[in-house]
């Protein structure tokens, strides 16, 4: 079993690792991007539409990681702030939910740009190379996300286990091993008459002055 410390410690490193690679992927795929959208063979302009294509899809799920991820991972900083429908962000079956959808959302991109990179070698070509390192980039944030998505499925198993609900935020991994539990409670009995009647006859013994009532 994991220890409850590294799922926390892996949930938040491997977010800062998608935003860090996710920013990587940012700039060599507008480096591709621009590539090629000014080359130029022997004065010849190439349309590149479909490498366009899959370039700019990739740079659409770059820019939704960049705004998306980063808001996650700091949903409860952005609580603090006064925003507090941020809260909902980090609920476990949310995250794992998102992390889902980010993992298809790479996988395709990684497809897309490796299917235009070929596998042939550059020869030299400058676009090719840029290229082919958007489409190397490209499947790494995949990988994490498939990771960060096994790590959130095994957090809300942690806190299903421990009796916390879907909407028990991620980060308390614990779920709700560590709220009080109620005390038992307390019965008073309030009626005179269902004591014994060895106890009743004591009282009125060491009460001489209170009067034993009549039978009814």
Wanted: net charge neutral; proline share 6%.
């Amino acid at each position: 079993m994991i220890p409850t410390p590294l799922l926390r410690l892996l949930r938040y490193s491997l977010y800062l690792a998608i935003i860090g690679l996710a920013f990587i992927e940012l700039i060599v795929d507008a480096v591709a991007l621009g590539g090629l959208n000014s080359f130029d063979y022997g004065g010849f302009r190439i349309s590149f539409s479909a490498e366009k294509g899959a370039a700019g899809y990739t740079m659409f799920v770059t820019l939704i990681t960049l705004l998306f991820i980063p808001a996650l991972t700091f949903a409860n900083v952005i609580v603090n702030r006064g925003v507090g429908a941020a809260a909902k962000l980090n609920h476990i079956i949310n995250e794992v939910s998102i992390s889902a959808f980010f993992t298809v959302l790479w996988f395709i991109a990684g497809v897309v740009m490796a299917v235009y990179a070929g596998n042939g070698d550059c020869q030299g070509y400058s676009l090719c190379s840029k290229f082919k390192a958007a489409t190397a980039f490209a499947w790494f944030p995949f990988f994490v996300f498939l990771v960060q998505t096994i790590v959130l499925v095994l957090i809300m198993m942690r806190i299903r286990g421990n009796g916390g609900s879907m909407q028990t935020p991620a980060y308390e991994v614990d779920g709700a091993e560590n709220l009080p539990t109620a005390a038992p409670p307390i019965h008073v009995d309030n009626d005179p008459y269902t004591h014994s009647s060895k106890d009743k006859n004591a009282y009125y013994n060491s009460n001489p002055q209170v009067a034993m009532p009549a039978p009814a």
